[in-house]
């Protein structure tokens, strides 16, 4: 909720708050252009672009944050860019500035956007590891695996769930077994 002190750490919280929400690197983020903001089958905008790293496709559903940091800079940069990007390196130490501003006592990188989007963003919402997989570009699940680190808090309301789901057959097997 704190008010950012200038406009150049004002664009480095919205770079992260856009990868948080859309699980981007780095290199992908600083690639985006405008033709890789389409509106897919689903009527929705999407990122629609190929990962740096591993030429993989990577596909995007929009939310509504991002939308937003999208529309803000909307036709207020050159060269067809569509976010305020700046070296990896400055970023880095900007975003350590606004975790001092912040009081946030973690060290903040910009990757860690992407770390945030795996596992608060997408998994512990319910987002199946398959799909996360897929969006933040891995060739294989275990990368995703390794890289999202499943919460334990993830694991235990995923398995409240499947304790209701089995209600009928704790009876059953009551009057049966016991």
Request: with cysteine; hydrophobic share 35%.
């Amino acid at each position: 909720k704190k008010k950012m002190v200038s406009e150049r750490l004002e664009h480095v919280r919205d770079l992260f708050v856009f990868s948080c929400f859309c699980g981007l690197a780095y290199s992908d983020v600083a690639n985006l252009r405008q033709e890789n903001i389409q509106k897919s089958f689903d009527g929705n905008l999407w990122i629609i672009t190929k990962r740096q790293k591993t030429n993989t496709d990577v596909n995007v559903p929009l939310l509504d944050i991002p939308k937003m940091i999208l529309k803000k800079y909307k036709g207020k940069l050159p060269d067809g860019k569509i976010l305020p990007v700046i070296s990896n390196q400055k970023l880095n130490a900007y975003l350590k500035e606004i975790a001092d501003i912040c009081g946030i006592k973690k060290n903040l990188t910009f990757h860690l956007a992407r770390h945030t989007f795996a596992t608060t963003t997408t998994l512990s919402k319910g987002v199946p590891i398959e799909t996360v997989s897929k969006m933040l570009g891995h060739t294989n699940i275990e990368t995703t695996q390794i890289y999202a680190r499943i919460t334990n808090s993830k694991i235990g309301s995923d398995m409240q769930g499947l304790d209701k789901k089995f209600v009928g057959i704790e009876k059953i097997y009551k009057e049966v077994a016991m």
